[in-house]
C-alpha cells in the first residue's frame, strides 16, 4: 500500500508501474485520476487550495485503503492527493488498484474514492473572480458513501461514524 | 481539571482567526459536547458557528468524534467543516 499526501503532482504511468512491480498475480490495475475542473456552481475558478489535517490525513486514507483490502480481493493499492495551490487542468487525487480480476479492481477503485470524498479531512478553497470561498460538501458525496454500508456490517459502521 | 489541545482547520480557523489554543475544562471525564458549550459561552463568531446545526465535525487525536466522546488530559481536539477533498 502506497499512501502520499505532497505538494508536487505524481507521473501516473510511473505510479502505475511502482505498484504493478513485476506481480505476476495481477491481471487488472484500475484507476481513478481526479482533476481541477475550471467552473463551479456557476463561477470561473482561478485556484484553488487544498488544505489537510496534518497527521490525521495519511491515518484517515490508510484505514480507507484497508477497508478495502478486507471487503474486495486486491493485491495492492496507491492513493495521492495534493495539497496547496492548484489550477485548472491540475491533478488533484489518484487512486489505483492492482488485482486478478476487473470486477475487484474497479470496485475497490470506487469504494477508496467514495469513502476519501466523506472521510478523509481535506478542504477546498476556491478563488474565483468575485473572491475567495470554501466549497461545500455535497450531499451526493454522502450518497456515493452509503450504497457501500451494507447492512449488518459492523467495519462499514465503524467507517460511518 | 482536563486540558486539551484545540485545533481549528479551515473555514473554522478563518472565522476564529486562530489554528488553535488549550482549553482547560472542569469536571469529572468532560466530552467534546462540553468543550463545545464551554466554547459557545464566549458568544459571538463562537456561539455562531458551533450553533447546533451548523456543519461541524470534530475528531480526538485524529479520529473522528462525536459529542459524547470523552476527553483526557493531553487529548487533540479538531473542529472542521465537512470535508471537500477528491
Redesign the interface.
Known sequence: MTVRVQEEDFDVAAEITVLRDGDKRVGAVALFLGTVRDMNENANIETITLEHYPGMTEKSLTRIVEEAQRRFSIYGATVIHRIGALRPLDQIVLVAVKSAHRGDAFDACRFIIDYLETEAPFWKKEKTPQGARWVDARESDGEARRRWARVGDASADELDR | MTSVRL?Y???LREAFSSSGETLEITGDRPTVRDAVEQLRARGDVWSYELADGR?VRT?VN???A?METVLRDNDEL?F???????
Open positions: 485545533v482547520l479551515a473555514r456543519a475528531a485524529h479520529d473522528m462525536s479538531a472542521f467543516p465537512p470535508v471537500t477533498g477528491g
